[in-house]
C-alpha cells in the first residue's frame, strides 16, 4: 500500500479543490474564484513575500506598506509556474528586516496582478523600523 503525501502552501490546498468553469483556469490549476493571495516569512534575516494564483508570466506589483501609509518596499516581479500550486507563483526578498520581535503587526504586503486587475487581500506584518540615534 503506497501513502500518498500531500504539498500545500497558505491559500493552495483551497485552489486546488475549486471546481473548474470556463475561462477560470490559470497555468493549467484552476485558482477561480480564488483571488490572488500572499503571505510573508522570514529568511536570512530578511522579509520574503510569496504568493499564489496570479497569471502566470504575468506581471505581479508587490509591496509593503506600513499602516500609517508609508511605502517600505515595492517592485515588479513576473509570476512563474510551480509544479504544486496554482496559478502564477511569487516569491520576493524585500531585504527588510525580520523577524521583528515584539513589533507588532504594523503593515502589510499585498500584491496587484497587473492582467487580471486584482488585488490580493492585505496580508499583516510586523515592519521593524530602526531609529539612529546618531
Do not use: Q
Not at 516569491?91 to 499585498?110: M, Q
Not at 492582467?115 to 530602526?130: D, E, G, R
Amino acid at each position: 500500500m503506497a501513502a500518498a503525501i500531500g504539498l500545500t502552501a497558505p491559500g493552495a490546498a483551497s485552489a486546488h479543490a475549486t471546481p473548474v468553469s470556463d475561462n477560470a483556469v490559470i497555468s493549467g490549476v484552476n485558482c477561480a474564484p480564488t483571488p490572488p493571495w500572499v503571505s510573508t516569512y522570514a529568511f536570512d534575516g530578511d522579509l520574503k513575500v510569496e504568493g499564489g494564483c496570479f497569471t502566470e508570466n504575468g506581471r505581479v506589483y508587490v509591496m509593503v506598506k506600513h499602516n500609517n501609509g508609508t511605502l517600505y518596499f515595492k517592485k515588479w516581479v513576473t509570476a512563474r509556474d510551480h509544479p504544486f500550486l496554482a496559478g502564477g507563483w511569487i516569491n520576493v526578498n524585500t531585504h527588510l528586516r525580520a523577524p521583528c520581535n515584539g513589533i507588532e503587526k504594523n503593515g502589510y504586503a499585498r500584491g496587484y496582478d497587473s492582467v487580471t486587475k486584482k488585488w490580493s487581500a492585505k496580508f499583516p506584518v510586523p515592519i521593524c523600523i530602526l531609529y539612529d540615534d546618531n
